[in-house]
């Protein structure tokens, strides 16, 4: 059964980063493009940032040029590099597969970034 689990959320101030890990159990991310979405407060959850299996990277509006999406298929981890953070990136930040199957969906984990 895949799990995946997101780890590497917490507190910082606007302008700072963080680097958000999403590992899986079982050989997924060579099979699969794989999907950063965040939910904010309030609000629904919504796509940040997508890599193929040849390594092709997409990202939302938003987040282009501070963030990074990467992955390393030989320790079934996917990251995303969040760089000059600011207030609206505050959400909880999930991983799946895309297009995402429901339960893949982890805990997430939460991004707070203080203003």
């Known amino acids: 059964q895949v799990q995946l689990v997101e780890s590497g959320g917490g507190l910082v101030q606007a302008g700072g980063s963080l680097r958000l890990s999403c590992a899986a159990s079982?050989?997924?991310?060579?099979?699969?493009?794989m999907t950063w979405y965040r939910q904010p407060p309030g609000k629904q959850r919504e796509f940040v940032a997508s890599?193929?299996?040849?390594?092709?990277?997409n990202y939302a509006t938003p987040v282009k040029g501070r963030f990074t999406i990467s992955k390393d298929n030989a320790k079934n981890t996917v990251y995303l590099q969040m760089n000059s953070l600011k207030h609206e990136d505050t959400a909880v930040y999930y991983c799946?597969?895309?297009?995402?199957?429901?339960?893949?969906w982890g805990q997430g984990t939460q991004v707070t970034v203080s203003s």
């Open positions: 890599i193929t299996t040849g390594g092709g990277t």
């Open positions: 799946n597969v895309a297009p995402a199957i429901r339960r893949y």
């Open positions: 079982g050989s997924i991310f060579s099979r699969n493009t």
